[in-house]
């Protein structure tokens, strides 16, 4: 079930915070026949985590990766997007997300 409705119920922000920007998101490893097939392949084809972090994790995605030449990406440990961009660590950790942000009130 929660496979179903991620990209409903997850996405939500994700796609707000794109839109913000005048873009349209694509997900295409969201969709379902990917999700099913992803889903069908043993663990071990997808994960080994025998292995450090930034290669065991995600192998399809670091293979593939590889294959469209982005070794360096290929071995970046994943981070969600709010921490990818290391701008949690930059912003007032007392903050909320349901605060207004000071640095737009002087604006």
Not at 61 to 84: D, H, M, N, V, Y
Request: aromatic residues 4%; contains cysteine.
């Amino acid at each position: 079930m929660d496979i179903r409705r991620i990209s409903s119920r997850n996405l939500g922000r994700d796609d707000r915070v794109i839109s913000d920007h005048a873009r349209e998101a694509r997900f295409p490893f969201l969709d379902e026949n990917v999700v099913s097939f992803l889903n069908s392949l043993p663990l071990h084809d997808k994960a080994d985590l025998t292995l450090p972090r930034g290669i065991g994790e995600k192998l399809l995605l670091r293979l593939l990766a590889l294959q469209l030449g982005l070794a360096r990406s290929a071995t970046l440990p994943k981070r969600a997007i709010q921490f990818g961009s290391r701008i949690a660590k930059m912003e007032n950790r007392k903050e909320h997300a349901s605060d207004t942000c000071n640095r737009l009130k002087d604006k």
